[in-house]
């Protein structure tokens, strides 16, 4: 188990970029004010880590919230992703400009491949994912993203991608909460130097749905989600827990002043499918 005594603790990358063990999550949380005073909240929470995408409408924003907490750029972690209509070497290069004009910095902590089998180009996506990781290695070369990686890849397309790639991600990003622990491919990146993040830590809120959870909650005094983002941290994947509500963003950075047993874990990774599985990327609609 990594080292959880704070938010700021940090996992080690394989090219060696620290990155904070707990991010915060920017989905659906709508561009303007919404988004940029939860940005601020989360940093005046302690939270040195923000997951956003180009997808997610909410980069200029973002950024106002990053600007307006005064915190130093240096002293933040900040992700984004390339949408599903840019997997070409040159749209790809385009599209971090595009990001970083939109979230106001010259650079991002880590930029990410958002899927991995859209449908604009599924008839030769092996292809298109290899012209998209040739940009990205670039974009990690002139340095606009500190590390690269990949969201919403399984197995075979990881294979596929490592066949030409000359740098392997260093992060992989998926779906990743006791309803779903995609096992396999979890175990699989980390044998290929990949960190694991967990999106919809919490279920996108379904997770909220399994009674059992409260039961052991309630015995540890926590709340659901707590209890939840522990054992993802406990896991040693990275959770990105989303809110826009400023008690809930406390809430849910408060996760390190108690500790799940081996009992509770394996209690909590039994609750496979209560509460949705992750979408197969190979039959998503976009
Ligand atoms: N790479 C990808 O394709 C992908 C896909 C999905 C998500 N992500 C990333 O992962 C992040 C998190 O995933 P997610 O947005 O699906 O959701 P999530 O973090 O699993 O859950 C968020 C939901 O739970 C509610 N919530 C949060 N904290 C709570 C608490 N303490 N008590 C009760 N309810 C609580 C939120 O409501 P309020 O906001 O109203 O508080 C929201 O409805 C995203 O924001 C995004 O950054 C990436």
Not at 27 to 45: F, L
Not at 245 to 274: C, P, T, W, Y
């Amino acid at each position: 188990m990594a080292h959880l005594t704070k938010l700021t603790d940090t996992y080690t990358l394989s090219n060696g970029v620290e990155i904070p063990i707990v991010g915060f999550g920017t989905w659906q949380t709508p561009s303007g004010e919404v988004a940029k005073q939860s940005v601020e909240d989360a940093i005046a929470a302690g939270y040195r880590h923000i997951d956003t995408a180009a997808i997610y409408g909410n980069e200029e924003s973002v950024g106002a919230g990053i600007k307006a907490s005064g915190i130093n750029r240096h002293d933040l972690f900040l992700t984004t992703k390339l949408w599903n209509d840019s997997h070409e070497y040159k749209k790809a290069m385009a599209a971090i400009d595009t990001s970083l004009q939109k979230l106001g910095t010259d650079y991002v902590d880590l930029y990410l491949i958002h899927w991995g089998n859209p449908i604009k180009y599924r008839d030769h996506w092996e292809e298109a994912n290899a012209d998209t990781w040739r940009a990205m290695e670039d974009i990690l070369k002139s340095g606009k993203a500190r590390a690269i990686g990949i969201s919403n890849f399984r197995q075979h397309h990881l294979e596929a991608l490592f066949k030409t790639a000359s740098v392997k991600p260093m992060v992989n990003q998926s779906f990743l909460n006791p309803s779903d622990m995609q096992k396999d491919l979890t175990e699989f990146c980390t044998k290929n130097g990949m960190l694991n993040e967990a999106y919809s830590p919490l279920g996108t809120g379904r997770i909220f749905e399994i009674d059992g959870l409260k039961k052991i909650a309630a015995r540890y005094n926590k709340t659901v989600a707590q209890v939840v983002l522990r054992w993802s941290l406990q896991h040693d994947f990275l959770p990105l827990p989303k809110s826009v509500h400023k008690q809930r963003i406390i809430e849910n950075a408060q996760l390190f002043d108690f500790e799940l047993s081996h009992h509770d874990m394996e209690l909590i990774d039994g609750f496979h499918g209560v509460a949705g599985l992750a979408d197969n990327p190979d039959e998503s609609k976009f």
